[in-house]
């Protein structure tokens, strides 16, 4: 039975893959929470070593918690009645990064944290991010990446093999596109919420004069800084007009 329903929906995705339609458009959102379940399993495992109890959080880490929250749960956000947006805190200075899995559960480590100055600069890079699992970047780009039936056999428990402490996910490069649509949605998020649009200036622009190795993580998942930083200000003109 199992073995049917893999060959069922991969059946199904490669007759819509055949029609040259998005991912989004036949890939229903359950995968998304499936598999996120499955990759956050694997992540909290590989990192509790790392992983800051929920019960001894600093104050800059509440704040990113109650942050979270609050952009969470805002009309924009779509996905919040079927996602369970959650927030985990990994303690490691020397690493500036954030990421958010399918199925909304972000991962912020202690680097960026220390490296933001407000609580909108923090709110910018888990809008950013949140924005990722909403527009559903990551499943779209697995996808593509390693085909839907390896993903469904992952689902099923056939198949973990390339599953890693969420490493697909942490070396996951996002297309351009991707990048402007996630800034975009981040931006009219901010706004939303009464947050400073140009706090995602300010971030941008902090990690662009940063001249440091461990900043290259989160450069090379979130290329193209100095043009997103254009579009930025654009969208900020087009809206002040």
Known sequence: MVRFKVFYFCFIGICFAACDLKPSSYIPVAIDIQLGELILDQTLTENSHLLVDSLHLNSRQTECKALFENLTHSSLVTKQQNFSWSVHFLKEDSTINAFCIPGGHMFVYSGLLNLCTSKDEIAGVLAHEIAHAEKRHSIIQLTQQLGIQIILESILGLNNSWLGPGAQLMQLKFSRA??????????????????NTDA???????????????????????????NRIQAIRQLKLENEK
């Open 200 to 226: 995602l200036l300010t971030f941008f622009n902090k990690m662009n004069q940063l001249n440091q190795v461990h900043v290259l993580e989160f450069m090379s998942t979130h290329p193209e800084t100095e």
């Open 178 to 195: 991707d990048e402007l649509e996630a800034d975009q949605f981040a931006y009219y998020l901010l706004k939303d919420k009464k947050y």
